[in-house]
């Protein structure tokens, strides 16, 4: 039975929604996954034209360890590589135990126009395994953009799945999330970021995150975040030295407890 218990909270919480494959890297999720304007990475999995922020090709592993089950855990991959004024990415993450995993593999692409604009678009496969009913297979598009209205206030807009895309298999009932997102930063100094975003799944209720990132030494930054549906905190702490950064978060989910995960870059 206790070898069970991680399957049944998957079934429950992830099946319908599937909130495993949206998993945006520990500096983001320390921010309270208030992303929408915020460039980083990881914006490979929140708003595709937030990767035109990175300046050489960086490479990222993150992992995440959901507590209350013995096997439960995600681990993600992340390369971005920027060329003129474009920039692409891939993005790979794996979701679940030993009875049921998802997989998202994404390729992206972002255009910066100057420095007030960038656009970004991505592309999806999504694979889930169930042992016993199978798997299905599917594929979607995420679309984003971005806008500098000034060197402290930014603005972005982005859409997961905006096609609705669904797995076919008859015997896998669940779905790829359809979902708009729009948020903004202000940064009154070089060393202080706030985002907020409002999201929109179709199938439930608006979220609100808000997020702040300081960067408290030249080598530590410190994070934390909110968001409300349904309410969790989130604190991190990101750690840079030279061309290597390391960042550490923890999420705290009312049902499901504490999610520590932590993320390892290198730019090259």
């Given at each position: 039975m206790r070898r069970n218990l991680p399957l049944f909270f998957i079934?429950?919480?992830?099946?319908?929604?599937?909130?495993?494959?949206?998993?945006?890297?520990?500096?983001?999720?320390?921010?309270?996954?208030?992303?929408?304007?915020?460039?980083?990475?990881?914006?490979?999995?929140?708003?595709?034209?937030?990767?035109?922020?990175?300046?050489?090709?960086?490479?990222?592993?993150?992992?995440?360890?959901?507590?209350?089950?013995?096997?439960?855990?995600?681990?993600?991959?992340?390369?971005?590589?920027?060329?003129?004024?474009?920039?692409?990415?891939?993005?790979?993450?794996?979701?679940?135990?030993?009875?049921?995993?998802e997989i998202k593999a994404g390729f992206g692409l972002a255009k910066s126009f100057g420095d007030a604009l960038s656009i970004g678009?991505?592309?999806?496969?999504?694979?889930?395994?169930?042992t016993n009913y199978g798997n299905a297979t599917t594929f979607s598009v995420d679309a984003g953009v971005n806008y500098a209205l000034n060197k402290r206030i930014g603005f972005g807009l982005y859409v997961n799945n905006p096609s609705s895309q669904e797995y076919k298999a008859t015997n896998v009932e669940t779905h790829i999330p359809t979902a708009i997102h729009l948020g903004g930063t202000y940064a009154p100094s070089n060393k202080l970021i706030l985002a907020a975003t409002v999201s929109k799944d179709f199938d439930s209720k608006f979220d609100v995150a808000i997020g702040v990132d300081y960067k408290f030494y030249e080598l530590l930054s410190l994070r934390g975040g909110l968001s409300a549906k349904p309410f969790k905190q989130y604190f991190g702490i990101g750690l840079n030295y030279q061309k290597l950064m390391m960042d550490i978060a923890i999420e705290s989910h009312p049902q499901i407890g504490y999610t520590p995960q932590i993320g390892l870059s290198y730019a090259f």
């Open positions: 079934l429950s919480f992830t099946i319908s929604h599937t909130f495993g494959q949206y998993n945006q890297g520990a500096r983001l999720t320390a921010m309270g996954n208030a992303s929408a304007a915020v460039k980083d990475v990881w914006s490979l999995n929140a708003n595709p034209a937030g990767i035109t922020g990175k300046k050489s090709p960086v490479a990222t592993l993150n992992y995440a360890r959901y507590l209350f089950g013995d096997e439960l855990s995600e681990q993600s991959f992340a390369f971005v590589l920027p060329f003129d004024n474009n920039f692409a990415g891939i993005s790979i993450n794996r979701y679940g135990i030993s009875e049921f995993n678009m991505k592309g999806n496969i999504h694979q889930i395994k169930i």
